[in-house]
């Protein structure tokens, strides 16, 4: 059986190609979903793709992560600079987790340059546009190839 890796997506990227594609492009959720979908297919690996406006539904998500999947890849959207309740939800269920940003928010205004979902994450990738999902799985892939391999005693 391949192993499960979540795929969260936070608020309003339900509109990701749709609307401000000077910022965030022509692509939409959809094809992202699709080009993840590639990318898990050639790493071995199952996804679940999933996008919610709400910030208690990605809490809940990710709980659910802890029995039913290997990982996470996450793009928490606005909540990544507000939520102490998504930091203190993946620090409680110890997985992986790649935090990826379509934009370089670095780049932009000043209130995204702090990210609370960060200092939890094993890796972060921005400005990298759609493409930085499949960068994000392909670094998950590894870590939990990695963890596999190593035997508990
Ligand atoms: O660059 C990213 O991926 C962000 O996580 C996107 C968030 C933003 O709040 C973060 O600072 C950086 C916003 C997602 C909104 O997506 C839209 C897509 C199309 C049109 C409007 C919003």
């Known amino acids: ?54 910030e208690g539904v990605l809490v809940d ?6 029995t039913a999947a290997a990982g996470i890849v996450i793009n928490p959207g606005a909540y990544t600079h507000t939520s102490i309740a998504l930091h203190d939800a993946i620090k409680a269920v110890g997985l992986p987790l790649i935090e990826v940003h379509i934009s370089n928010i670095f780049a932009r205004e000043s209130f995204r340059h702090h990210s609370y ?22 670094a998950l892939a590894r870590i939990v190839a990695t963890r596999n391999a190593t035997p508990t005693s």
């Open 1 to 54: 059986m391949p192993d499960t890796v979540f795929v969260l997506n936070g608020p309003n990227l339900n509109l990701l190609g749709l609307r401000e594609p000077a910022i965030y492009g022509s692509t939409t959720l959809a094809d992202v979903e699709a080009m993840v979908g590639a990318a898990a297919t050639r790493l071995g690996l199952a996804v679940d793709f999933r996008q919610t406006n709400h």
């Open 61 to 66: 998500w990710i709980h659910e992560a802890r």
């Open 117 to 138: 979902v960060s200092p939890v994450a094993a890796g972060v990738l921005c400005g990298f546009g759609p493409h930085g999902y499949v960068l994000g799985l392909e």
